[in-house]
């Protein structure tokens, strides 16, 4: 059967359905009606996106639900650099025995170290998010440099301390490198983020300001803000030191007033940004009088402080501190807002913390969920078994992708309202000159 390319569902109603790709002509008359209607829920008043890994991974980036390989080649690769013909470092033989008992599978570096190359090599099944989170609570029970036994499913591990810190501090190490996007090659992928910010800032000026939510630590996000000229609302204020301060979020942007009567003209081009996860950009530092949250923003990867990235020790718990507690609190309340709207892109409902959220949300009548996701897991599933209508389902291999959905779904309101100008005009000249024949021939 061939691959489907193009699917929506509307509620129970199947918009665009797996044989309508066969029929060309009915399937782009279809996109058009569907960019009509994506357009109307870009005018209501609070429009939310929550982007998620699949977002990012045609500009290079990985999915957490395994170990990528691309994580574990740089950490075969750091370990039989420190070899050097001896045994391999402790750190690495934990990697594998942590990675083997929680898999309930067994993996070692004999086994995978020589084929890090093989197109076929499959990822080892553990959420990276879950294991970092086993070997930080791990790290919890012990005291320095001790060695701790645990018993597993009838497995025992022996874990040294510091060979577990310094397993920690590799795996972070490599995810931070990999988090720094577009990757060589794909530097083009930066522009369907580019796209995406043109298209959104065409909403009316006077809606309120479009959210992003993501839960991608990378910055490509970022990258097409400054180079489309958009100011972002992300939290942080501030110029040779940007500290966070929420409470910038509930600031505008107006232009002085150009006439006498004082009128002032909304800033267009501005958005919120949310990172609920955390960034790349991010470091910790002493909480003080200035820096109350002990947060600051840089692009800097030789300033000093830990980088902040979530794949972290207890993961829900985190989310209730501080500045996660306050970034989820908005997520909560912008999508609880009457006629509001979430378009989910590239996000695998993977999170529960989000997804109980997103639940909650749906409680409330007028709320609408756009899930944009190629092919859609079990959550998604079960929400569409629901046959709600406020929930719409973009799927298949071209229209569920990030790139998709803005090339094919996402419209230029403002281009639109040309359009439809250039339309009206047209009409009413062609009845003019109607009028005019009808006149001259009862003149006759």
């Known amino acids: ?43 209501t008043d609070n429009v939310s996106f929550l982007f998620g890994a699949g977002a990012s991974i045609p500009a290079g980036g990985v999915s957490l ?12 690769d750091k370990a039989l650099q420190e070899q050097k013909g001896l045994r391999p470092p402790k750190w690495i033989d934990i990697f594998y025995k942590t990675a083997s008992v929680i898999a309930g599978q067994s993996f070692s570096l004999e086994d995978r170290g020589l084929h890090m190359n093989d197109p076929g090599l499959e990822p080892i099944p553990v959420n990276l998010e879950d294991y970092l989170s086993h070997l930080h609570m791990w790290q919890a ?4 440099n001790r060695t701790v036994h645990y018993l597993r499913d009838n497995n025992r591990l022996n874990l040294v301390g510091n060979d577990l ?50 839960l991608n630590y990378d910055t490509l996000i970022e990258q097409a803000a400054d180079a489309e000229g958009v100011l972002l609302v992300d939290g942080f204020v501030g110029t040779l030191r940007r500290v966070f301060r929420p409470e910038s979020y509930d600031v505008d942007f107006y232009f002085p007033a150009q006439t006498t009567e004082g009128h002032v003209h909304r800033f267009d081009r501005a958005l919120h940004l949310y990172k609920l996860h955390g960034s790349l950009s991010w470091r910790s530092c002493t909480a003080d009088w200035e820096n109350p949250y002990g947060l600051y923003s840089t692009i800097d990867d030789n300033q000093p402080g830990q980088v902040v990235i979530y794949p972290s020790p207890l993961k829900y718990g985190q989310a209730l501190a501080l500045p996660y507690s306050e970034l989820f609190r908005r997520f909560g309340n912008a999508i609880v807002q009457p006629q509001s709207v979430l378009f989910t892109i590239g996000y695998g409902f993977g999170d529960e913390h989000v997804n109980a959220i997103i639940r909650q949300a749906l409680a409330v009548p007028s709320f609408t969920l ?28 071209e229209l569920g992708r990030f790139d998709g959905f803005v090339k094919h779904l996402l419209p230029d309101l403002r281009d639109e309202e040309i359009e439809r100008r250039v339309i009206r ?20």
């Open 1 to 43: 059967m061939a691959e489907v390319l193009y699917r929506i569902l509307l509620g129970s109603k199947e918009f665009i359905k797996q044989e309508d790709n066969n029929d060309k002509k009915l399937l782009l008359k279809k996109l058009e009606e569907m960019r009509i209607r994506v357009g109307t829920l870009l005018k």
């Open 165 to 214: 810190a310094r397993l920690i501090q590799e795996i972070t190490d490599a995810l931070i490198s990999l988090l720094h996007l577009p990757h060589e090659g794909k530097q083009d992928e930066l522009n369907v983020h580019r796209k995406f910010i043109k298209k959104v800032l065409t909403r009316p000026l006077n809606l309120r300001r479009a959210n992003i939510f993501t």
């Open 370 to 397: 756009v899930v944009i996701d190629p092919y859609p897991n079990d959550f998604v599933k079960r929400l569409k078994s629901l046959e709600d209508e406020r929930i719409w389902t973009i799927t298949g291999s």
């Open 141 to 144: 029970g012990m005291k320095g």
């Open 425 to 444: 005009t047209y009409n009413e000249l062609i009845k003019q000159d109607g009028s005019k024949e009808e006149s001259s021939d009862g003149d006759k």
């Open 65 to 76: 639900k395994n170990i990528p390989i691309k994580l574990e080649k740089l950490l075969v």
